[in-house]
């Protein structure tokens, strides 16, 4: 692997290990009482709006079977983007929703403007908590990008659409940072049902596919003004099980004021070689990775 593949792991990495030791350091002072408080039942939400200017450094992306890796260039960009989350919580029921988008052009030389960036996320599960921290869940979500590949370029081309359901477990600190826990871990089991939908792809990457899912997420908040997400899910179909999808994705955000913001961003993918693929497809047992420095203004809600 490239060590440029490398750099954006060396740089998270270090920061989420300290979070973590910080975490359970304060962890170990919390008030005991702290675990005894009622949360707030209902629904919530928040969301950041942003333009940024950023830089970026890809390996393999071009032949990336993940859209949003494959629809990006090396270059300085302008990105507009929008973070969100809608959710909803009940003594032993919980919704969560998050929904990201981004955009951005890039310009050079006396060239016209032309896309870079392009990413549509949409998550969401429903848990049924029948004994803390554990939980039956049932997600789906929608991946897509605003702009296709050349020449049609169609709106959403690729849209990857997925529905699983399973066994999680979702632990938290009791250490609260603006109404939000210091750290939380949440942990999932199940299997996943999922399916591309294109114009012109080939018909055997239009196909359902059906097998077994993992999936772990971290987010940290050491400082009012710094926060950390990672996201690990795994895939495979269970007539191949050699064929495994892997998706990374993490970030780091640091507020520097109240309408500037510094984001590092990561998103890697690794997918296998199915069985029935065609020979000399593109693509496949390929770490595809797009690493992101942005600094911008925004605004939350």
Do not use: C
């Amino acid at each position: 692997m490239p060590l440029a593949s490398l750099r954006p792991l060396a740089v998270l990495t270090p920061l989420l290990l300290l979070s973590v030791a910080s975490a359970a350091a304060e962890e170990e002072a919390a008030p005991e009482a702290a675990a005894d408080d009622e949360p707030d039942y209902g629904w919530d939400h928040d969301g950041r709006i942003g333009l940024f200017l950023n830089s970026i450094l890809i390996d393999n992306a071009e032949q990336s079977r993940d859209p949003s890796i494959a629809s990006t260039e090396q270059t300085v960009t302008w990105t507009a983007t929008f973070d969100g989350a809608l959710d909803w919580t009940a003594p032993h029921q919980a919704l969560e929703q998050t929904l990201e988008l981004k955009f951005g052009q890039q310009k050079q030389d006396e060239e016209e403007w032309f896309e870079s960036n392009d990413l549509i996320e949409y998550d969401g599960v429903y848990k049924a908590l029948f004994q803390r921290p554990r939980y039956a869940y049932g997600a789906w979500s929608l991946t897509s990008v605003f702009t296709g590949p050349e020449p049609r370029e169609d709106p959403f081309d690729p849209l990857l659409v997925t529905a699983s359901t399973g066994y999680g477990e979702q632990r938290s600190s009791r250490v609260q940072i603006e109404d939000e826990p210091r750290w939380s871990l949440d942990l999932r089991l199940g299997v996943r049902a999922q399916r591309r939908f294109s114009p012109t792809a080939d018909s055997r990457d239009l196909e359902w596919e059906f097998g077994p899912e993992g999936l772990v997420r971290f987010q940290a908040r050491p400082h009012a003004d710094i926060g950390y997400k990672l996201r690990y899910e795994v895939f495979s179909e269970f007539g191949d099980l050699g064929h495994v999808t892997h998706l990374l994705t993490a970030s780091a955000t640091i507020a520097l004021t109240a309408y500037i913001d510094i984001d590092l961003d990561l998103r890697a993918y690794y997918e296998g070689e199915p069985e029935d693929a065609p020979n000399e497809a593109g693509g496949y047992n390929e770490l595809a990775v797009r690493q992101e420095t942005l600094i911008g203004i925004v605004y939350s809600f």
